[in-house]
């Protein structure tokens, strides 16, 4: 059907209107909420309706997010509340593809009716708003109020007024999402850590980031338009030109070949240089070359990690390496030159007592040799404040001079001048806060170390500081090993150490392997060796006394080592206990002294004791038998006759009668004296009745002659007791009783004699006034050690307890065999 030319009228003016109102919509300024509220507006007026509404959906396109409207006043709005949710009619457009108009609105079968308070809504005009497939509204207009219902061409003006929001939707989100993501392009340029910066084709600035800018001391619009490799690149950091056909990023832009990861040096606009490590890509736009876009990082903390890492490892190297500290010395110099590329090096060391710097080592480059400037360093001494070395140790923080001839403190530069050094600079050595030396440096060029060298080199200086003590500490270590190693060595005994927790043994010296027969190795490969060389009988004591004693200090044993040869040697082994700082015990350090020869000597003594004492036992026995069997028989038969001459029947004259009386009382007397002379010398009781029998008289004798009450305690003696051991104990009490009746001024003797396992026990206590350590230890106490040779003779002992006032106990041991 062909339209009325008036209705063409009507519908080429809606049109129009469509396109004038949204052509105020500018795409610069793009807005959603403005299109939607300019489609709702437009709509209503183009097509005559009493009522618009538009409701714009979230993300989803499930649901209303807004709901705008035209022709409700406020109060209506309140009343209604809340507004639609797109159920229902409304909701139903959602599968329409095109415009819905409806004569009333109620009769289509999804319509729900409305809410209370709504105005009536008859004839109705909806159609949905869509770009790239998204739902973003929904357009309803009510109430025509011209017309019983919308006509053909109000649906034609609000479908070209949706398709042509569409298209304005579609261009705005296009360059929404242009500005977001240039916005999120420009936020990562800015966030970035390291500099990024592009170059047109000319090699000027396009842009930069702010850390680029900041790196190289510059505000960003300072370089826009301006040639970068002019104002950060024309220069290498030794001061000689920067080619541009040399520079990499000059030859991305001019050949349009990326570039990666170039280690080089930018300079700042304050004239200083810093090492970077940059990256050029170039900008390609439908294979043209368009310009480079260059990154680059500021690798200052990394070189000088790097450095610092270097020099950590050749510094400890170095100390690892070398025999001594002066060694160590010339090595770090060494490291320390080839590191930072300086040519000549020297030493200095704090001497405390005269408070002067004196040489230590130096070390030069093969090709910067300088003789006379060396040995004038070699001769001088600084005190503080003097020359580079004194201020260095004076101010206590690097220093350097860029010309040493112009230096008035370097009293050197005459001989710098000769040796064509122009240079120098150095730093202190610290060791526990304190200045211990100093380290200098010097070059033929005329060089200025930087500040993160100098903070290097002041840091580095207190380990430098430790590793040259530590060698030192070394030095001395080593040379106190060797001259404990020329004494232990050379001496006779056997010298030890150990380790009790992990049963090792630390050293050992030479003198093992004469003493005991075996290898030192032999003994560090099996710590227990030494133990399994000892005599079987004395084994298992030796080694209770090792585990029990050597930590607490009271190992003290003497015991015998069988060779491999079979040959016997006594051994007198004493152990220390060494701790460390916290007072534990960390190793055992013992003294091994072989007396073998000492011990044969005693023993030959010994025998030879025995023998005297034997004899003198002997001639005791022959010369008390003469007296009881000679001289005593003599006298016996003088007082017989002197007897018998008194009691004659023929007396002779009255004088000689009286005589003969008067002599019979001194041979009575005499008699007396042989039989006691004969019987302390030998009592023929111990050969007639045995020991027993002698000690019993012994007691008794004593007990008669003091009138001092004796407690007794004799057990029986065994048979096979022999003759040396019965006349040692003997004389042991003997000798005991004595002293008690001469000096003890005791009231009370108790004596005892009991067998203890392969020994005879004899103690003697009395209660009277005891002994000091002086009278004991006394040379008039011959006595006391008559007591103990006996018994050492016989292999037993005698020891002695007594204190003033409180009596003295003597205890004999003897072994039966």
Known sequence: MTDHPEEQLVRLRGLNAVYQALSAVELSAFSLPLLLQIVLETGTKLTGAKYGALGVFDESSARLSEFLTVGLDEETKKRIDPMPMGLGLLGAMTDEPGVLRLKDLARHPKSVGFPPHHPPMKSFLGISIRAHGRLFGRLYLTEKQDAE??????????????????????????????????????????????????????????????????????????????????????????????????????????????????????????????????????????????????????????????????????????????????????????????????????????????????????????????????????????????????????????????????????????FAVQSGLRSGFAFPIRLGGHIVGVMEFFSRESREPTHDVLDLLNTLGGQIGMQIERKRAEDKRRESELRFQQVTENIREVFWMSDIAKNEIHYVSRAFEEIWGRTCDSLYAAPRSWLNAIHPDDRARVLEAATTKQAAGLYDETYRVVRPDGSIRWIHDRAF??????????????????????????????????????AQEEERKRIAREIHDELGQHLTMLRFGLVKLAQAKQPPPAQLQEQARALTQPVDAMIDTVRRIATTLRPAILDDLGLQATLEWLVTDFRDKTDIPCDVSLTPLPNELDDTRSITLFRILQEALTNVARHAQATRVTIRLQRTGDALVLEVHDNGRGLTEAQRVSPTAIGLFGMQERALLVGGNVTIQSRPKEGTTVTARIPLR
């Open 149 to 414: 219902e919308f006509s053909e061409i109000d649906a034609e003006i609000v479908t070209a007024l949706a398709a042509q929001a569409g298209a304005i939707l579609e261009r705005g989100l296009l360059i929404e999402r242009l500005k977001s993501s240039e916005a999120r392009h420009r936020h990562i340029l800015e966030s970035a850590a390291e500099g990024i910066y592009g170059l047109d084709l000319d090699g000027a600035c396009t842009f930069i980031n702010k850390a680029g800018a900041t790196m190289l001391g510059y505000r960003p619009e300072e370089l826009f338009g301006r040639r970068m490799h002019s104002l950060v690149h024309h220069t290498r950091p030794d001061g000689s030109p920067y080619p541009e056909e040399e520079c990499p990023t000059e030859r991305s832009r001019r050949h349009g070949r990326p570039s990666r990861l170039i280690e080089d040096s930018y300079w700042r606009k304050d004239g200083t240089t810093f090492p970077v490590q940059l990256s050029c890509s170039p900008i390609l736009s439908e294979g043209a070359l368009r310009g480079v876009v260059v990154t680059f990082f500021d690798v200052t903390d990394r070189k000088q990690a790097e450095r610092r890492k270097t020099l950590d490892h050749g510094i400890i190297l170095a100390v690892a390496e070398s025999a001594t500290s002066d060694d160590a010395n010339r090595k770090i110099l060494q490291t320390i030159c080839e590191v930072l590329g300086w040519e000549w090096s020297a030493v200095w060391q704090v001497d405390k007592s005269a408070n002067v710097l004196r040489s230590m080592a130096s070390w030069h480059k093969p090709e910067c040799v300088v003789p006379e400037f060396e040995a004038i360093t070699c001769q001088m001494t600084f005190a503080p404040g003097v020359g580079l070395p004194g201020r260095v140790w004076s101010n206590g923080v690097p220093a350097y001079i860029p010309d040493l001839t112009r230096d008035p403190n370097f009293p050197r530069a005459p």
């Open 577 to 614: 206990p060494v701790t460390n700082d916290d007072g534990k015990i960390c190793r055992l350090v013992g003294l091994a002294e072989d007396f073998t020869d000492r011990k044969q000597a005693e023993e030959t003594l010994r025998q030879a004791q025995t023998r005297l004492l034997q």
